[in-house]
């Protein structure tokens, strides 16, 4: 089966670190997406691992560990317009099926 | 370089109508995505093409839903007869490489809502 958990509500602090975490289990594996969802808007790119490890860019740093289907976003220096739900997508098979998780909303208070 | 195209922005229906959603994807991406998008839920998806075939459709309810990529460019994805639970945002997206790990770019997506 395929399964992809993410927490589903997280706040933090404006200026602050947060890290929202993503574990998933699925058949076959071609790399791990992270996307930003705003209210109301579609979803766009943030960060793509398919090694092990972390990327950095920017503000925003994404770890993953294939090993324990585990992968972490990292988003530092928090600011306001950083409020959004933040999706944990696995891309599967030949022709990469994209299956997404349920989203965490992260709000962010001054 | 435009981006994923999607019409109706909103579309109102009642039960038991039919209704039809359009994309045209970014030039060149030969995979597209259809995704039903229920409120504070993740896109889960409905239908994948690759050029115009049909890479997977297991999670589409064929008894009501359908959906085609002629030419493999544009898509149509269409609902008959529509239900209640059929009230979300339908995303489509649309990527470059055949099973590649290159991201999927989105459009702004079609709000239904049945009444």
């Known amino acids: 089966g395929q399964n992809i958990d993410q927490p589903t509500e997280m706040t933090a602090t404006e200026g602050a670190i947060v890290q929202i975490n993503c574990t998933y289990q699925?058949?076959?594996?071609?790399?791990l997406f992270w996307y930003q969802q705003h209210a109301g808007e579609a979803p766009t790119f943030l960060s793509y691992?398919?090694?092990?490890g972390l990327e950095e860019k920017g503000r925003f740093s994404s770890f993953l560990s294939r090993s324990k289907g585990y992968s972490y976003l990292l988003l530092k220096e928090l600011q306001m317009k950083d409020s959004a739900s933040y999706l944990c997508?696995?891309?599967?098979?030949?022709?990469?099926?994209?299956?997404f998780g349920a989203g965490t909303r992260l709000a962010v208070h001054p | 370089e435009a981006g994923v195209a999607q019409s109706p922005r909103y579309k109102i229906i009642e039960k038991r109508q039919s209704v039809a959603f359009w994309c045209n994807p970014i030039?060149?991406?030969?995979?597209l995505y259809w995704y039903q998008q229920i409120l504070g839920q993740g896109p889960k998806l409905l239908i994948q093409?690759?050029?115009?075939?049909?890479?997977?459709d297991s999670q589409l309810p064929k008894d009501r839903f359908s959906a085609e990529r002629l030419k493999g460019v544009d898509s149509t994805l269409k609902i008959q007869p529509a239900k209640l639970e059929d009230s979300a945002v339908y995303l489509c997206?649309?990527?470059?490489?055949?099973?590649?790990?290159?991201?999927?770019?989105f459009g702004q997506g079609t709000r239904l809502t049945v009444v």
């Open positions: 997206a649309s990527s470059f490489v055949r099973g590649g790990n290159t991201e999927a770019f």
């Open positions: 699925t058949s076959g594996f071609n790399g």
């Open positions: 691992n398919v090694l092990d």
């Open positions: 997508a696995v891309g599967t098979g030949g022709y990469n099926k994209l299956i």
């Open positions: 030039s060149g991406h030969a995979t």
């Open positions: 093409f690759q050029n115009n075939g049909v890479v997977d």
